[in-house]
């Protein structure tokens, strides 16, 4: 009489552990809906389908979902698409948006309000239109940093740039200086002279 307890008892512990693994399928499948969505608009085949769209050389592309699948680059396909619309709506070609983001991805992965800061800025220097544009193209970079909070020059880190704008032959031209945070400029024989445009 012994030998069927115990089956009885193995019978019921399988059974108790495949009631525990349903629910525990159950509420995986009950978990939001939003983090799943958040996850399948940031995947690298949403992002690809969606510069495809927008007209990207595949080239272009795969280094952006390169960097998704790095785990570099952070960025769902409508902020992506809010920042190539920005960036074109200052006046910047879609084939020029491709170089900026294949020279800093990082660029796709900003809010729009920090770009609109630095553009903002940069048009405080006096650098609007096509030379914004330009400028901004010629240096990507910038779109990565933040405005400083007395609103003077821009900062990532340690890093420091700001926009200059200078006469040369009777036309304003625009140029960036970068410098790292603390250094001296004109204060000792050997220090160098602080960055100007040109």
């Known amino acids: 009489m012994a030998a069927p307890v115990a089956a009885r008892t193995v019978q019921h512990s399988f059974k108790a552990r495949q009631q525990r693994a349903h629910r525990l399928v159950v509420r995986a499948v009950d978990a939001p809906v939003a983090t799943d969505l958040q996850a399948e608009l940031s995947s690298p085949a949403a992002v690809r389908k969606a510069l495809l769209a927008r007209g990207w050389d595949l080239a272009w592309i795969d280094g952006v979902t390169g960097e998704i699948q790095k785990r570099k680059l952070q960025a769902t396909v409508?902020?992506?698409?809010?920042?190539?619309?920005?960036?074109?709506?200052?006046?910047?070609?879609?084939?020029s948006v491709e170089n900026m983001a294949s020279i800093n991805k990082a660029i796709l992965g900003q809010p729009?309000?920090?770009?609109?800061?630095?553009?903002?800025?940069?048009?405080?220097?006096?650098?609007?239109?096509?030379?914004?544009?330009?400028?901004?193209?010629?240096?990507?970079n910038l779109l990565t940093y933040t405005v400083s909070a007395d609103g003077k020059q821009l900062e990532k880190g340690q890093a420091r740039a700001?926009?200059?704008?200078?006469?040369?032959?009777?036309?304003?031209?625009?140029?960036?200086?970068?410098?790292?945070?603390?250094?001296?400029?004109?204060t000792a024989p050997v220090a160098p002279l602080k960055p100007s445009a040109l």
């Open 162 to 186: 700001s926009v200059d704008v200078s006469e040369r032959h009777g036309a304003k031209v625009a140029g960036v200086s970068y410098w790292r945070e603390g250094a001296s400029f004109q």
């Open 112 to 140: 729009v309000d920090a770009l609109k800061a630095v553009a903002d800025y940069a048009q405080r220097q006096g650098v609007t239109g096509a030379a914004l544009a330009g400028l901004l193209e010629a240096h990507p």
């Open 78 to 95: 409508p902020q992506i698409e809010a920042v190539i619309d920005f960036l074109q709506g200052l006046g910047i070609p879609l084939k």
